[in-house]
């Protein structure tokens, strides 16, 4: 017979000794994972069992034999280092925060609730994919520094992501393990009654039942929902199963749970947000639930809730091309979500209507972006040519809306840096810097003194990291080796791959097509001259998964797997499988340039090439995602420019040619001019400059305190306003849109009239006067802009300016407008008239999609 089924459970855990007892507290909070003194306490145990561990305390420390945990009871030393880290952890949860600082008696009345579909905290705990985790990871991290009131809400995956493994053919192969959450720093969330806390969701013909698990990550709260309990069918079990697996069936289902689900979790452990921010589109539906709750909270209809819940939602879009959003079909969105919008009141066809670009379009599928923009009045891409990009992707939604005015705001993608960060550089800083870079990452001011950090020992940090790399990469390999049994022979050439005094380069992301990953082994003669260069060789590190379903991306790893085996490079060329957080760290602490070559412009921000920066390595980057407004030519190299060839072989060609002229004429004899002392001065001074420039821009403490000052606490305001008393302020609200709606046809600019002549002085003020016909609407429910710019060829204007007109009276039946303009500019200037609605209590042009032009 097969394995007998438990019918009673319990959990057993080793006891420690009482002096060892602090471990448990360490161990429960993520706070580790970016402190390298509390992690040491970890590793300095056992560094081998520590990494099999994969970094994960809860199994390490369960994992340790009786004889250790004696010994280390009595170690005086150890235990005053675990007593240390202990009070560390508490003084960090306790110690005044920026939030506290910058928004005084607010923490009361804000709770941010962060939604995302994965989460990179640590590779210990694998529900993350790439790059969209990792960032949701340090978004909560520097959540926790800044002292942000945030929840957060993901899936708890069963198998997690796939791991990775190539075949002899270099084929990417997955596998799934089985993991286990009693033995990772998680908690099992418990009613009053101590059994787990339960939250149902509805389906088409049943319920589905969810556990709740919490991740604590420094001062903030991660809820995890896991839909493996006993309660549900077998195929409802899976649906928290693995990240990203499935079909388009059971991805609406993991959805449905992330943002259904989570707004019901929060409620049962008593969280009611004033913000809830959807990190990509698989939340969205979080909207509608959001809404239903509302209504029974206050007793209200879906039009009044929906008012409230728009203007207290914000949105997130990483996608930079229409094919990347998840959509649905309207039969199979109608079998899983006509329960939940039914119980809104709000007719099914409406729904699907949120969720398309042009509403009426029967034949347009239901896009999960869309329901999110259209349900949260804050809406943002992650960096400014990916905000740009979006606006074009939906300006049909307001037609009468120049595409720079479409409300999409740009938050670039930071990295958090203490996560990141090497110790080796850590301690450089901290003897040059002091300590501020550590507490305010994103102040300019705590780089200056980078500039003072003598060539000679930060060259020293560079190649320590070096050789580390070097030496973590031979150790893996041999892992691999040890995996697939081996000869003995294969252990005899690792010794020869890589050299800790080359030029090291890493490339590592997901494996999408359009990333182009085998760019570099475009001209494969080239590039091998360049790899064994006599007297400037290069060598490249690689890693990086392909989606299961993504034979595209599969062929490009077994092309560079072909290429360095067939090849016989593997000294000077390595790819690494099973790309993790673990190897993403070791790769971007220890390598000298980070290569990034997407097709422009489909990287939305890519993070992987901020994390090289405080470790002192450099960027070769194609002008895409954040490098297009990070690069400079004193601070690293770009691929190609920013003109975009369509078609797509010729493009390849000429970058690929950019980046061989690159590395041939620039990067490598810059690296290898070493005139004085062994040291090349000139790569100091542009990782010095790097370090300066890019370190505060790009850390995460300024993207989420952009987040904060942009977002949260504008939504959170208007959330509060809209919401309070009886809803008075949602229902004044809703009384002034049907005005205006009903009102609008009536707006008309009768006559502009101004100061102007045919030529003006530089400096000249030019008075304009709008009359203006409001119909049933008064001044103060509109605003009169007068919109300036630079004329073009087609009359058109460009850069331009809105000046705003203020009321001046009456004449007649129209009101006049007055305002004035400044010439700072010199050649054919123009000016147009426009009237937009106005009301200071929500984000009108989120809302109302209403111009008048003249």
């Not at 969701?201 to 319920?207: A, G, N």
């Not at 693995?242 to 749970?257: A, F």
């Not at 058109?796 to 039946?813: H, N, W």
């Amino acid at each position: 017979m097969k394995n007998p089924k438990f019918s009673h459970a319990f959990e057993v855990v080793p006891d420690l000794p009482e002096p060892l007892q602090p471990l448990r507290k360490l161990a429960s909070n993520y706070y580790w994972t970016w402190d390298h003194e509390v992690r040491d306490i970890f590793r300095s145990i056992d560094r081998e069992a520590w990494d099999v561990s994969d970094h994960n305390p809860v199994q390490f420390i369960n994992g340790l034999p009786k004889d250790r945990m004696a010994k280390l009871a009595v170690d005086k030393v150890f235990v005053a280092r675990l007593a240390q880290g202990c009070k560390k952890l508490e003084s960090y949860l306790a110690e005044e925060t920026w939030f506290d600082r910058a928004y005084p008696g607010e923490r009361a009345d804000t709770t941010i609730a962060y939604f995302c579909a994965e989460f990179g905290i640590s590779e210990g705990l694998p529900i993350y994919s790439g790059g969209l985790g990792v960032l949701a990871g340090d978004h909560l991290k520097a959540a926790s520094d800044l002292g942000l009131p945030l929840v957060a809400v993901g899936l708890l995956y069963n198998r997690g992501y796939f791991r990775q493994r190539l075949n002899h053919d270099g084929w990417q192969q997955e596998f799934y393990p089985q993991y286990d959450f009693y033995q990772m720093p998680l908690t099992l969330i418990r009613d009053a009654s101590d059994q787990p806390l339960r939250i149902e969701v509805e389906f088409p013909d049943r319920v589905v039942t969810c556990q709740l698990w919490r991740a604590d990550i420094g001062r903030v709260p991660l809820y995890l929902l896991d839909s493996n309990v006993l309660e549900n069918q077998p195929t409802d079990q899976g649906i928290t199963d693995t990240l990203y697996g499935g079909d388009e069936e059971m991805r609406i289902r993991q959805e449905i749970i992330l943002g259904i689900g989570g707004m019901r979790a929060l409620r049962a452990v008593g969280i009611t947000p004033t913000v809830c921010h959807m990190n990509e589109g698989h939340a969205a539906f979080l909207s509608i639930e959001r809404i239903r709750q509302f209504m029974t909270d206050h007793e209200c209809d879906f039009r009044t809730a929906r008012q409230v819940i728009v203007n207290g939602n914000v949105f997130t879009t990483h996608t930079p091309v229409p094919a990347g959003f998840d959509l649905f079909s309207p039969a199979l969105l109608e079998k899983y979500m006509r329960k939940n919008v039914d119980a809104t009141g709000l007719p099914f066809e409406e729904f699907v209507q949120l969720g398309r670009v042009e509403p009426d379009n029967n034949g347009e599928a239901f896009n999960m972006a869309v329901l999110a923009m259209s349900n949260a009045n804050y809406v943002n891409g992650v960096s400014k040519l990916h905000a740009t990009v979006t606006r074009t992707m939906f300006a049909s939604r307001w037609p009468g809306f120049p595409e720079n005015e479409i409300p999409i705001e740009a938050v670039t993608n930071g990295i958090h840096t203490m996560t990141w960060v090497s110790q080796r550089m850590a301690a450089l800083f901290d003897r040059f810097l002091g300590h501020e870079w550590r507490r305010s990452p994103e102040h300019v001011e705590a780089w200056r003194d980078v500039e003072s950090i003598p060539d000679e020992d930060l060259w020293s940090v560079l190649e320590d990291q070096r050789g580390s790399l070097v030496r973590f990469v031979r150790k893996r390999l041999q892992h691999d080796i040890e995996q697939r049994s081996l000869n003995r022979a294969d252990f005899a050439t690792l010794s020869g791959v890589l050299d800790p005094r080359v030029l090291t380069i890493g490339f590592a992301r997901r494996f999408a097509t359009y990333k182009r990953a085998s760019l570099m082994i475009a001209d494969r003669d080239r590039l091998k001259k360049l790899l064994f260069h006599p007297e400037r060789p290069i060598q490249i590190i690689i890693s990086g998964k392909s989606h299961p379903r993504d034979d595209g991306g599969k062929r490009l790893i077994q092309d560079l797997a072909k290429f360095i085996n067939d090849d016989n490079i593997r000294t000077r060329m390595v790819f690494l499988e099973d790309y993790d957080m673990q190897v993403a760290r070791a790769l971007v602490q220890g390598v000298d340039l980070w290569l990034n070559n997407p097709r422009r412009p489909h990287e939305a921000s890519g993070t992987s090439g901020m994390k090289v920066v405080p470790n002192g390595g450099l960027n070769c980057s194609i002008l895409d995602g954040w490098w297009d407004e990070g690069y400079d030519s004193s601070l690293g190299w770009a691929i190609g420019d920013r003109n975009d060839i369509q078609d797509e072989g010729h493009q390849d060609w000429l970058d690929s040619r950019s980046l061989y002229q690159l590395l041939e004429n620039e990067i490598a004899p810059m690296f290898y001019h070493r005139v004085e002392h062994g040291v090349p001065r000139g790569w100091m001074q542009m990782v010095k400059r790097s370090i300066m420039r890019l370190g505060p821009e790009f850390s995460n403490s300024r993207m989420v305190r952009q987040y904060t000052e942009m977002f949260y606490m504008p939504s959170t305001h208007a959330y509060r306003n809209l919401a309070e008393g009886k809803l008075q302020n949602a229902y004044k609200v809703l009384s002034w849109r049907d005005r205006i709606n009903a009102s609008w046809r009536q707006v008309k600019v009768a006559n502009v009239e101004d100061s102007a002549v045919r030529s003006n002085p530089l400096g000249k003020q030019i008075d304009i006067r709008a009359y203006v016909s409001l119909g049933n609407l008064t001044p103060d429910d509109v605003q009169v802009e007068a919109v300036v710019g630079k004329i073009g060829p087609n009359r058109e204007l460009s850069e331009c300016k809105l000046t705003r007109l203020t009321t001046a009276g009456k004449d007649g039946e129209l009101f006049v407008f007055d305002g004035s303009v400044v010439c700072d500019k010199p050649g054919h200037q123009g000016y147009t008239i426009r009237v937009v609605p106005f009301n200071p209590a929500i984000k009108v042009q989120s809302e109302l999609n209403l111009v008048t032009w003249e």
